[in-house]
């Protein structure tokens, strides 16, 4: 005999958890399927930032906030480029879905909501995450969902990666086939949710949907657009890919592995920059102390290849703060000895090993030293301006921009349904979370708390609406 469930929800992390706990709370039958040996997916590697108008959080502090207000703010920051529906559905429910973590046990970190901090600011104090990232919110929901898991009202299948989505003769889709350790496996059901996650690491996939940006990604290793290829040979939109941002930036810790993508501290708010960044050409194109997260962001994605290297001398390296997150015995061990760290005993030889134009690259550091004599960088308006570069050895970081989300993904209407070419929804098929598309929930632009929240509050919507529709 075919077992039917009510729900069959792919993927057991930020959507996927609310969605299968909320549904099951409600008594539909749940079958969870996810590719990991473990729960959590992207919860893992998020860094855990969530927002929302109108929280009990906000007018504990006094904070008068609103949906309308929040929308209006992230289309400001993503420059108009959200999709309005999926946008509108969120800050409707985003506020309910904090509440609802917070009845949970889940505990805001000291000193938030805030209006901005790792990305460009709200206009007012909407922004928060716990004090271990998104790990704070896995251990809010897991308690839980272990239960339901335990009393069998979630029947929780690890290690059963989507394969095909199964559908009837008129197109509707009836289930799922899926790889398991013991051979492939079909399972049967009223509704389909795809929480799948993105497809950065997926190189291929990523060439495919993605080909204008080079992969340098740093994300869960499960995300390889399983739900994407599956929805889309029955005909799926996906669409998005030209709405990416990178993060600022990284380096390759495999130069031949774009799934091994590593941070570099960069940031201002983190370091004093005494380096300079050029581009390809040896020339610098940014101010590398600017305050703006997004100028910075925008700055690199400009560049050919999303490309550029830190160019810094033996005082800098003996001075500033490292810009690895080793330590500094280990930062400076790198240099030589790994190849996007770069060591040379002139500028001409540390032009030579970057690929840069020689000639080029002199001036740009003569310029340079230049406004550190004047203190002031005239041409960049850099701020920082304590050493110059003329100390050999002299070194350079290879660095590019680094991909933490996938931008492309499935077209849904306000019910989450998966669209088809003519705009139809492909009948019982929905999908929530980074399956979407960072591009679908964030637009061009990297705005507090919009990958994260909207797959938790999708994934809570579908759990307690899907078998209302």
């Not at 906030?65 to 800050?91: C, G, K, T, W």
């Not at 550029?308 to 330590?327: H, K, P, R, W, Y």
Request: aromatic content about 8%.
């Amino acid at each position: 005999m075919i077992e039917n469930w009510d729900v069959i929800v792919i993927g057991a992390g930020s959507a996927g958890l609310p969605l299968a706990i909320r549904a099951a709370e409600r008594g539909a039958r749940v079958l969870q399927l996810e590719a990991d040996y473990r729960v959590g997916g992207t919860l893992f590697w998020s860094s855990g930032q969530i927002a929302a108008a109108g929280t009990r959080l906000q007018q504990q502090h006094g904070i008068d906030d609103s949906p309308d207000e929040h929308f209006r703010d992230a289309q400001r920051i993503a420059h108009d480029n959200i999709d309005p529906v999926v946008l509108r559905l969120m800050v409707d429910n985003a506020g309910g879905t904090i509440d609802w973590l917070m009845d949970l046990g889940f505990k805001p970190a000291p000193g938030t909501p805030v209006a901005g901090e790792a990305h460009e600011a709200y206009s007012t104090r909407r922004y928060l995450w716990g004090t271990n990232k998104a790990v704070s919110i896995l251990d809010t929901l897991k308690p839980v969902h272990d239960r339901l898991v335990q009393q069998r009202r979630i029947d929780l299948r690890l290690q059963h990666r989507l394969t095909a989505l199964l559908t009837n003769g008129r197109g509707a889709v009836t289930g799922v086939r899926a790889s398991t350790p013991g051979g492939e496996v079909e399972f049967h059901g009223k509704n389909v949710v795809l929480a799948s996650g993105g497809y950065a690491a997926n190189p291929a996939l990523w060439k495919e949907l993605t080909p204008k940006v080079p992969l340098c990604s740093h994300v869960n290793p499960y995300s390889r657009g399983e739900g994407l290829v599956a929805a889309r040979e029955l005909g799926a939109v996906v669409d998005g890919s030209e709405k990416f941002l990178c993060t600022f930036a990284g380096f390759l810790d495999k130069p031949n592995d774009p799934r091994t993508g590593s941070f570099l501290a960069l940031s201002p708010g983190n370091r004093k920059v005494w380096e300079i960044f050029v581009n390809a050409d040896g020339k610098r194109f940014m101010q590398e102390d600017h305050p703006s997260i997004d100028y910075r962001e925008r700055s690199l994605l400009a560049q050919k290849g999303m490309a550029m290297f830190a160019v810094l001398d033996e005082g800098i390296l003996q001075n500033a703060a490292s810009m690895t997150l080793d330590d500094i015995p280990g930062y400076k061990a790198k240099f030589g000895k790994h190849p996007a760290f770069v060591k040379a005993k002139t500028i001409a030889e540390l032009a030579k090993k970057l690929g840069v134009p020689s000639t080029t690259l002199r001036k740009t550091i003569k310029d340079y030293n230049r406004a550190v004599d004047s203190g002031v960088d005239r041409k960049f308006g850099k701020q920082f301006l304590i050493r110059k570069i003329e100390q050999a050895p002299f070194y350079g970081i290879k660095a590019q921009g680094i991909t933490v989300l996938s931008p492309a993904g499935l077209k849904v209407d306000k019910q989450l349904r998966v669209l088809g070419e003519r705009g139809r929804p492909i009948p019982n098929l929905y999908a929530a979370g980074e399956v979407l598309g960072f591009g679908r929930t964030s637009g061009n632009a990297f705005v507090g708390g919009l990958s994260l929240t909207p797959a938790l509050t999708f994934g809570k919507i579908l759990g307690e609406r899907l078998l209302s529709w």
